[in-house]
């Protein structure tokens, strides 16, 4: 393994300091919950809204954290959904007169902790509301989940709400805007190679030379099989018809399509899949109106990529418009 690291088991906290340091008058690190916090928060005119998950995903969560999308995030370690008292500390930090709005990409271990946090900060008299991102269509269940993983299609559930929370929306609104979005968003992935956590020091899993694991999890998960190399356009057309098949999606729809990288595949080839998957979704009568390509929710240092769709209505389409402000341009 060759990584930038001192202390492996400081890795995460290492990161997260960086990340304040680089972004002094928007955001404020709490070391002792893992914590980023957005400078301004918590306001008293909007729901706060936050999330917390396993660290190694960045740009998800933590690098998030601005104007028009999270208030905070408190991630654990790598691939590690944080201490319950790392969100209840959260929680109160973030408590608004308008509530507190956690965001939880379906985790058995994600949702633990934030059911626990959550039911202690009612205890203490703060509103607080869940929402779960469910968008990923390769398995119904998985090593981590029971019913679908959360991916990629978080980062439009965050976009629009946080566009939301930002211009005053309350509480019913936010879950039933939250609901929406993820109800119209379906993510299909696949793994090139395995990734490396620090802490461990070696690959999750192997894959040989030829070989591709088509429907593989942000944390490693298997998918639904293992397949030679093909073709790019060949391992599109698979992720294209997983993700239109299971909504359905269908002629004339507007969509958004993102190409998401798992942290270790070149821009250039994304932009290639993304040329692809366009073309394949033209062919089918399916309207792109919007598109992402980059890294939004990575797995490390995984080569590999993710295809997302999101059907889209007027009212999705202007709050995925919306100004936004957060450490790295995501938009």
Known sequence: MKKFLNDPKQYVPDMLKGLALANPDTLCYRPEWNLIMRTDAPRSDKVSVIQGSGSGHEPAHVMMVGKGMLDAACPGDVFAAP???????????????????HIINNYTGDRMAFDMGREMAEAEGIDVSTLIVDDDVAVTDSLYTIGRRGVAGNFFVIKTVGAAAEQGADMDELLRIGEKT?????????????????AKGSPLFSLGDDEIEMGVGIHGEPGRKR???RHASEI????????????????DDDVALMINGLGGTPLSELYLLYGEAHKQLE????????????EYCTSLDMAGASVTLVRLDDELTSLLEAPAETPIRIF
């Not at 109800?183 to 620090?198: I, K, N, Q």
């Not at 062919?283 to 792109?288: A, L, M, N, S, Y």
């Open 83 to 101: 201490p319950m008292d790392f969100v209840l500390e959260t929680t109160k930090l973030l408590a608004s007169p308008k509530g507190v709005l």
């Open 182 to 198: 993820n109800s119209v968003t379906r993510t299909m992935g696949m793994a090139l190679t395995s990734c490396t956590p620090p």
């Open 227 to 229: 397949e030679a190399l």
């Open 236 to 251: 599109v057309a698979e992720m294209v018809d997983a993700v239109v098949s299971d909504l359905p999606f269908a002629r």
């Open 283 to 294: 062919g089918r009568g399916i309207k792109v109106r919007k598109n992402y390509v980059g």
